[in-house]
C-alpha cells in the first residue's frame, strides 16, 4: 500500500515538473502537442489502474465468507490502494465531469433532485465513501451484495471514463486549473478526513496527490500537524505557485463556474470570491454603486413595513454584525416572538441557499419572504411602492440606478435588487485568522493556534464549517451547499436533554430524512453574533462547545434518526475547550459595513417623516 501511494505521488510529482519544465521552455507548436499527450497518457495509465485495482478489490469481496476475519483486513486494504488510484484521477474526473464527483466519492447523504418538485427526488450518492460505509459496517458480510452492486456501477462508470479521457481536450489551460481546484479539495476538506471518515488515510492521500510531501512525511499523523504552518507555508505556497503559472499559461477560464476566482493567489485573499456568483444573474450588469447606495436607504427605512416602525435593519443591526442579538427576533406585534434567530448578514452574498431551511436560493428571493410576512414587516410591495414613489428624492434615486423611465422603475423587482446589492456589498474577508494565514501579521496566541488545530481536528468543527468561509459551501467548486442534523436542543440543560421541536428542512419537504436539518451557518463574526443556533437556544461559545463535545443531540441520549454529527462525543479537555472559543474569537472582521444613513429620503408627509432611520423596533 504504501509503496503504491509512493509511486502514484512521483507519478503525479512527474507529471507536474514535466509541465514546469516544458513551461520553461520558448513557445514552440510542439509544446502543446507534447503535453497535451503526455497529459492523455497519465489519464489512460491511471483510469487503467485503477479499474485493475477494482477488480483486484472485486475479487476478494466475492470471496469473503465472513469465517476468517484477516480477510476482511485484506479486503479493506485492498480498498485504501482503491482509494489511492482514485485520488491520482480524482482532480480530471471531477474537473471534466462535475457530477463524476458524486457517483466516485458521494458523501453519504442523501439529496433533492428537484425542489420546486411537489414529491422531490431523493438520490442517494454512490462510490467510495458508500463502499467504506458497507465496508466499517458490524456485518460487512450482510452488505456483500450491495457492496458489489455498488462494485458494479463503478466499474461501469469508471469504464466510460476511460474512454471519455481519450478524447478530451488536455492543454495546459486546462491541467492547471484541474490542479488549482484539487489543491483546495485537498486542504479544505481532504486533510479533515471529510471523505474517509472510517478507513482514516487522509494525510496518506493527501501525500498522494500533493508536493507538500516532505511536509508530511516529517508528520506521523493529524495530531502533529500544526495547521495554521501547514496553510501559510504550504498549502499557500502551492496555491500561489498554480495562480503565478496560470498567469502566463491560461489565456482564458475553462472552469468559470465557481465563485472562487482561480486567479486568487489563494482562497484566503480577501478577494478570492465572486460575491455575484449565486446571483441567478450573474455579475449584474445593473449593479453600481447607485444601486447599492439607494439598497442601503432602504434598508435601513422603516418606510418598508405596514406601520413604517420596522425596518430590515430592525433585526440585522450593523453594530451586532447584523443580528439582533436575540433569543428569537421579536414578531410583528408587540410582545409575539418569532421561531428563529436573526443571522448575520456579513459575507451573505457568499452562499447557495437562504435561511435556516436554505428555502430561498438567491437573496432577491428572499426579501419577498420577510416584506410580506405578516409577523415581520407585514407589508407588500405595491403599499411599499406607493410610498416610496411619494418620495421625489427616492424617485430620483431609483432612475439614476436603474437607468429606467421615471414611472416604471420603482418595483418589487427594482427593490429586491437594490437591497440585494448593498448585501453583496458586505463581504469582508479580513479577520485575524485571515491576516494571519496570509503570513501578513503574526498576532496569533498559542492559545488560538492550538484553537484551530482543535478546530480542524479532534474537534471535527472543519469538516461541516468548510474553510475558508466557515460555512457550508462545499469546496472546491464552491456551488453546492449542505445542511446538516446535529439535533440542537431546546434549553442548554444537557442533563435533561429536550430536542428542539424545529423540523428545520424535514418541514421543507416533509421528508423524514431531513428531520431537524439544518444549515451550517458560517462562523465568521461569531463573537458577535450571541445567542447561537437557529432557535438561540445557546448564549456562550462555551455551551456551543459543550454541546459538540457531547456529541450534539444523538450524543446527549435523545433520539435524533439520521444525525450527521457523530455521537461519540470529542473528549476535548479544559484546555482545548478554552483554546477553541479563544480561535473562533479570531473571526472577527466588519470592516466597511457598520456605517447606517444619516437620513432618510423625505416622503413629502410629515408623520412618514418622523420615522426613524433602522426602525423604532
Ligand atoms: C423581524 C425581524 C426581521 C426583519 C424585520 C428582517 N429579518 Fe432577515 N431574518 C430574520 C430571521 C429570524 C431570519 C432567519 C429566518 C429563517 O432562517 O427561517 C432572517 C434571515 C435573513 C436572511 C437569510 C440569511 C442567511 O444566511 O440565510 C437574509 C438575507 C435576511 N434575513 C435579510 C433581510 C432583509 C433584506 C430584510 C428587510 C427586507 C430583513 N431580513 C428583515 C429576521 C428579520
Ligand atoms: C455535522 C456538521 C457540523 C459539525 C461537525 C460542526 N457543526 Fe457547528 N453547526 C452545524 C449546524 C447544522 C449548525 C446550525 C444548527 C442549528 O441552528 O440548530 C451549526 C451551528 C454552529 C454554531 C452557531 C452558529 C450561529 O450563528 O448561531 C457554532 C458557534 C458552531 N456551529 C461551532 C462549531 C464548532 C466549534 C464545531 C466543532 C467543535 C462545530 N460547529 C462542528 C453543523 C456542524
New binding site residues.
Partial sequence: MKALALKSFFAILILSFVFLATSLTPVEDSRQERITSAFHDYLDRHSIEMLDALHAFKEDVIAYSGIDSSALTTIRNKFRELRSTYKLIEPFSSYYFIASERNFNGPVVPEVEDEDDERPKIEWPHGLQQMEAYLWDDNPLGLKSKLLDEIALMDENLMALHIAFKTLPTDEARFIEAMQLQVIRIFMMGITGFDTPESGNAIGEATISLLAFLFFSNNTSLNEIDFLSLYKNHYITISKAFSDMRKNFVEKNHYPSSALRLEAQSVFQSDAFNRFFYNPRGTDPAFSAEASALGKA??FDPA??ENNK???A???RPEKAFT?GMK?????LEGEM?T??????IN?AL?R????????DH?EG??GH??TNK???QSSFESAVKKLKASPQYVEWFRKAFKGKEDTVISKVSIENA??EY?RTLVTLNSKFDRNIRGEEITFSDEERSGFNVFMNKGKCGTCHYLPLFNNVVPPQFTLSEFEIIGTTRTTNFEKPELDPDKGRGALFGTELFMHGF?T??LRNIALTAPYM?NGAFETLEQVVEFYNRGGGAGLGLTVPNQTLPPDGLQLSPVEKKSLVAFLQTLTDTTNTSSKPSKLPSMKNALLDKRKIG?EY
Fill in positions: 432602504l434598508f418598508l413595513s420596522r425596518a430590515c430592525s433585526c440585522h439582533d428569537t427576533s421579536s414578531g410583528f418569532l428563529r434567530n436573526a443571522p448575520t448578514l451573505v452562499q441557499n437562504y435561511f435556516y431551511d436554505m428555502r430561498a437573496l428572499q426579501i420577510v416584506l409577523n415581520e414587516m437591497i440585494s448585501e444549515k451557518p458560517t437557529h426602525g
